[in-house]
């Protein structure tokens, strides 16, 4: 089984910055991909960031630019510098760590943190 844990959110202004932090544990192995997404309330969920094992990184349009995703393999641990943060930004941010690989893989989802962002 694998943890995922989040941290790092929080209550900033407009324009200010936070950075997100998620750390897996437990039977790891061979990850594919760790991934943040938001969910913010009355909408779908929506990949922010992912970076893969080879370190190919995608972002979702709105935050390029702004937001920075890192990873510390040592860790286990995927980071998500916010800046220049919006009010559109403010969400509930849950990270996603894909492991395995072929058709072998399985999903493990982190409880979230909570990013407001005041206007």
């Known amino acids: 089984q694998v943890q995922v844990v989040e941290s790092g959110g929080g209550l900033v202004h407009s324009g200010g910055s936070l950075r997100l932090s998620c750390a897996a544990s437990g039977s790891i192995y061979n990850i594919y991909a760790m991934t943040w997404y938001r969910q913010a309330p009355g909408k779908q969920r929506e990949l922010v960031a992912t970076?893969?094992?080879?370190?190919?990184?995608t972002y979702t349009d709105s935050v390029k630019g702004r937001f920075a995703i890192s990873r510390d393999n040592a860790k286990i641990t995927v980071y998500l510098q916010m800046n220049s943060l919006k009010p559109e930004d403010t969400a509930v941010y849950l990270c996603?760590?894909?492991?395995?690989?072929?058709?072998?893989?399985?999903?493990?989802w982190g409880q979230g943190t909570q990013v407001t962002v005041s206007s």
């Open positions: 996603k760590v894909v492991t395995g690989s072929g058709v072998m893989r399985y999903h493990f």
């Open positions: 970076i893969t094992s080879n370190g190919t990184i």
